[in-house]
Nanobody, 119 residues
Framework: QVQLAESGGESVQAGESLRLACTVS????????LGWYRQGPGKEREFVAS????????YYADSVKGRFIMSRDSAENTVYLQMNSLKPEDTAVYYC????????????WGQGTQVTVSS
């Protein structure tokens, strides 16, 4: 069974940057979509960004477009989420997911990594 492991979450000040990483235990197929989702305090889990492994097409939520960038290292089976100009409302547990649709999660989740942004 595939496993996903996130890392990189920290407590930072507003305006700072962070890079999250998600390593997948087995190489994704080209059709797989690797995505980032987040769940803030008292909120539903929401889509942040995703990438189709085979095409490197990227998709972003409107709330992060222009600030967050998703990339990958295919040799390491790892995707990254570069988060710039962080805001307090970005505070959440960030989860990595493997699925088939750019905007809907699949069945495989990582354990999550906490990002806290202070004003």
């Amino acid at each position: 069974q595939v496993q996903l492991a996130e890392s990189g979450g920290e407590s930072v000040q507003a305006g700072e940057s962070l890079r999250l990483a998600c390593t997948v235990s087995s190489r994704p197929y080209s059709s797989h979509v690797l995505g980032w989702y987040r769940q803030g305090p008292g909120k539903e889990r929401e889509f942040v960004a995703s990438m189709r492994w085979g095409r490197r097409s990227t998709y972003y939520a409107d709330s992060v477009k222009g600030r967050f960038i998703m990339s990958r290292d295919s040799a390491e089976n790892t995707v990254y989420l570069q988060m710039n100009s962080l805001k307090p409302e970005d505070t959440a547990v960030y989860y990595c997911n493997r699925g088939a649709d750019p905007y809907s999660p699949g069945s495989y989740w990582g354990q999550g990594t906490q990002v806290t942004v202070s004003s």
